[in-house]
Every structure is written in C-alpha cells, then in structure tokens.
C-alpha cells in the first residue's frame, strides 16, 4: 500500500501496553474535536469525538481527553493490538457549526505497535 | 453499501495538464466534499458540494474546480497542474454537511511531473 507519510513523529508501543497519542490544537474557540485513523492505502476512518464542554469520552478500547486550558487533546487506545498501526490524525473545527474552511486537521503521529 | 469510492487510484500527469478524479458517496450521502493530502500531512479542505452547488471553499486557487451530480457523485478538476500538486486526494461523503457522519474514501493518488 502507499505510504501516508514518511516524515511524521512515530510513538511506538508493544503489542498489549497502552497507547497515547497527543495533539496540541490551534484555537482556543474550537468546539469540536474529531480522532481519525488513517491506514496505508486507505482514507482517514473516524474513531472518536469530543464537544468542548466534555473533558472526556470513552469508546471501545479508545478514550479522548481534552484539556481547553492548554488546547490540548489526547487519544489513549487501550491493549494496543498490531491492527491499530496505522498514523492517527486530530481534526479541530475553529468556528462554530459545520463549516468545511474551519475544519483543520493537525500533522498526524504514527504508532507502530511491536510484536 | 460500498462506502464511499474514488477513481482511478493512482494517475501520472505531467505539468500544465488537466486531472478529473471522480467520487461516488456512500449509499444515503448527499453531501461531498475534497481534500487534498500532501505526504506527511494532514488533509486539506478543498471544497464541498451540497445540492449540486459549492457551499464551502478552502483556501485553494481556481484551477481547482468541481461538480456534484443528481446522483450526488462528483468530480475534482485541476487545471494547468504544477508538481506541487501532487498529492492524494481524498473524497468525503456526508449527509446534509455533517461531519459528524463524514467517510473518507481510499483517494486517488496524482504524481505531476
């Protein structure tokens, strides 16, 4: 498969620890966060979202942490498994409501997960 | 449900040429929108088409166009290409703008030499 990014910071984990994977966002007016998975070959794959009047949220496996104070947000994957390799993108939208020019995705990180 | 799909998958153009690339949304999607992602980077917003017109437009020149379809499939267009073009361009397809409910598709990738 193609390469989705040959310079980008790699956090890399073994098979069964914990994974986190941060992202410093760009505005303090930012409302709405989105984690996504990108795969070799393949489009971003949503994983998880969080409001700005939520600190936390958890899904399976994953959970989400934003702190507004220091624009900051954070993906934990739990029992990391070699299927979660992949690089992991942090999406910010800067202005209330839906709007495409507002959507900003950060640099992504890649996790390279060890046998 | 095919999800959504980009054809072709890789495309070779050389500078000053013209590149479609097409989208189809996922089944239910009415909403489309571009990105392009240069290599080690994040996407870009490009565009959205919603009911056969642009809505929102990223900070891109006009020789990036675009079309939405009845069908809600669509088209990217660049024209007059430059090396910096290339990219992957990826689809996204959403119903009514929401991107909450946003799916990417797997993008074509364009090499302009």
């Known amino acids: 498969g193609e390469s989705v990014g040959l310079h980008l910071p790699t956090l890399s984990v073994q098979e069964g620890d914990n994974s986190i994977i941060n992202c410093a966002y760009s505005?303090?007016?930012?409302?709405?966060f989105i984690w996504y998975k990108q795969e070799s070959g393949k489009g971003p794959q949503f994983i998880i979202d969080?409001?700005?009047?939520?600190d936390k949220r958890q899904g399976q496996r994953v959970t989400v942490l934003l702190n507004k104070t220091v624009k900051h947000l954070s993906l934990q994957i739990a029992a990391t498994q070699p299927g979660d390799s992949a690089v992991y993108f942090c999406?910010?939208?800067?202005?209330?409501?839906?709007?495409?020019?507002?959507?900003?995705f950060g640099p992504g990180t890649r996790l390279s997960v060890l046998p | 449900d095919a999800g959504v799909t980009q054809s072709p998958t890789h495309l070779i153009k050389t500078r000053g040429q013209q590149v479609t690339l097409r989208c189809s949304p996922k089944?239910?999607?009415?909403?489309v929108s571009w990105y392009q992602q240069a290599l080690g980077q994040g996407p870009q917003f490009i565009f959205q088409?919603?009911?056969?017109?642009?809505?929102q437009r990223g900070n891109f020149p006009d020789r990036f166009s675009g079309h939405q379809f009845p069908n809600y499939s669509s088209e990217l267009n660049v024209n007059a290409l430059l090396l910096g073009d290339s990219a992957l361009y990826l689809c996204?397809?959403?119903?009514?703008?929401?991107?909450?409910?946003?799916?990417f598709g797997p993008g074509t990738r364009l090499l302009v030499l």
């Open positions: 088409y919603y009911e056969e017109e642009e809505r």
């Open positions: 999406a910010e939208n800067i202005e209330g409501g839906w709007s495409g020019q507002n959507f900003v």
């Open positions: 996204a397809s959403s119903f009514s703008s929401s991107v909450e409910t946003q799916y």
């Open positions: 089944s239910g999607h009415d909403t």
């Open positions: 969080i409001r700005s009047n939520m």
């Open positions: 505005n303090s007016a930012s409302d709405y």
